[in-house]
């Protein structure tokens, strides 16, 4: 079986969690399928050996909305799918490719849902007129789809809400995995020196993106109350919008005033530091307003870190509230209580190495990327079965 993975985000330009996702879904697939990944960029001749296409946006659309840039990408992709027996999109970037590739190359489509357009709108900040474009292209594929994949139980939910003449039996949910062998607990302390963090201090950990979904501003807010004694390391880049930057800068500004011990690493740091950082961490954050699953609390989860999430999406499919970590509701005052959950967990260290010890089983027991693909595969036999 031949397949076509299409993805915007592919190593080493991996900045999300659907980045994320496909790195090492693809690494799974490879000894299961005949695998070829088209994503964005220049590839170098060994990556073209190993079977990855990169594809760039049209010179002439340089100016043009990054809507329209991504749409050039996707043309791209669909003219080099020949030969593929079944086409596997990841994210609007790619989806629209992988429906093209479909009509046009009559094999199967399957995507898998990594958030959803209608639930974001904030998007229309980022991309202007583009968000109406990028909505457009994801209804479009995911209602012709042979198959569409959710990360969680929520997210199906979600999807079947957002587009209703979708058929139920249509979208399966596969949970996003994590690298145990990879994410495990590091004991080692060069990152922590190299950044300045006092290691006779706890911190609070954050790592992701400066975007109105991952609720940093909510973040900044909350750690304002929370224990002084406590440093805050916030590995927070790739803003989505200058906006979205000039408000996060305001409100770091405004924090690093009234506390001490406050780090902002604005860089992507390379994986064994951002390890590093989690097993050290007393507690991880995560402030999502809106999270389909959230691989960023699995990969703490496997540094034997507890966890300090908001009580949406698929996170309390992750997260086990008392367990693992502790769900924070999103309605009323969400900083006051990111604020209380992220005190509890800090005074009580013994409590705190519980739910990490507790977190790392977990990721383990359920959430191994060898089992996501073997599923992924069977889903990929079935759609092939029924075409």
Same mark, same amino acid.
């Given at each position: 079986?031949?397949?076509?993975?299409?993805?915007?985000?592919?190593?080493?330009?991996?900045?999300?969690g659907a980045g994320v996702h496909v790195e090492f879904l693809a690494r799974e697939l490879r000894e299961l399928v005949d695998l070829e990944v088209h994503c964005w960029g220049e590839a170098s001749a060994a990556e073209r050996a190993a079977g990855v296409v990169r594809?760039?946006?049209?010179?002439?659309?340089?100016?043009?909305?990054?809507?329209?840039?991504?749409?050039?990408?996707?043309?791209?992709?669909?003219?080099?799918?020949?030969g593929c027996d079944?086409?596997?999109?990841?994210?609007?970037?790619?989806?629209?490719?992988?429906?093209?590739?479909?009509?046009?190359?009559?094999?199967?489509?399957?995507?898998?849902a990594h958030s959803l357009e209608p639930l974001r709108p904030w998007k229309a900040e980022q991309l202007g007129g583009g968000y109406a474009l990028s909505s457009w292209a994801e209804k479009t594929a995911f209602e012709a789809a042979d198959a569409v994949v959710a990360v969680s139980g929520a997210m199906r939910e979600d999807i079947l809400g957002?587009?209703?003449?979708?058929?139920?039996?249509?979208v399966h949910v596969v949970h996003n995995g994590i690298d145990t062998a990879l994410y495990r607990p590091d004991h080692g302390t060069d990152a922590l020196e190299r950044i300045g963090?006092?290691?006779?201090?706890?911190? *609070? @950990?954050?790592?992701?993106?400066?975007? &109105?979904?991952? #609720?940093?501003?909510?973040?900044? =807010? +909350? %750690?304002?109350?929370?224990?002084?004694a406590a440093q805050v390391v916030l590995c927070a880049g790739a803003p989505d919008t200058p906006e979205i930057d000039r408000e996060f800068r305001e409100l770091y500004q405004e924090l690093s005033r009234v506390r001490?011990?406050?780090?902002?690493?604005?860089?992507?740091?390379?994986?064994?530091?951002v390890i590093q950082l989690l097993t050290h961490a007393a507690v991880f954050v995560c402030p999502s307003v809106y999270e389909p699953l959230g691989i960023v609390n699995l990969e703490a989860m496997a540094c034997g870190t507890p966890v300090v999430a908001s009580r949406v999406g698929g996170i309390p499919e992750v997260v086990e509230d008392g367990r693992t970590g502790l769900l924070v509701d999103v309605d009323g005052d969400?900083?006051?209580?990111?604020?209380?959950?992220?005190?509890? *967990? @800090?005074?009580?260290?013994?409590?705190? &190495?519980?739910? #990490?010890?507790?977190?790392?089983? =977990? +990721? %383990?027991?359920?959430?191994?990327?060898?089992?996501?693909?073997?599923?992924?595969?069977?889903?990929?036999?079935?759609?092939?079965?029924?075409?």
């Open positions: 079986m031949r397949v076509g993975l299409l993805t915007r985000e592919y190593p080493p330009d991996v900045y999300g594809h760039r946006p049209w010179p002439a659309l340089d100016d043009a909305n990054d809507a329209l840039r991504t749409f050039s990408v996707d043309l791209a992709m669909t003219a080099a799918l020949t079944l086409i596997h999109s990841h994210t609007w970037y790619a989806n629209l490719a992988g429906h093209l590739g479909k009509l046009l190359h009559g094999v199967p489509h399957v995507l898998t957002c587009y209703p003449g979708l058929d139920p039996d249509r963090l006092d290691a006779d201090r706890a911190y *609070v @950990l954050f790592v992701g993106r400066i975007t &109105r979904q991952k #609720g940093v501003p909510h973040l900044l =807010r +909350a %750690v304002r109350d929370i224990d002084p001490a011990g406050v780090h902002w690493i604005p860089q992507m740091l390379p994986r064994p530091d969400f900083a006051a209580g990111l604020a209380r959950a992220l005190d509890t *967990v @800090l005074a009580d260290p013994a409590a705190a &190495r519980r739910m #990490g010890e507790a977190g790392r089983r =977990r +990721a %383990v027991a359920e959430f191994g990327w060898d089992a996501v693909a073997r599923r992924t595969v069977r889903l990929y036999e079935q759609v092939l079965a029924q075409a």
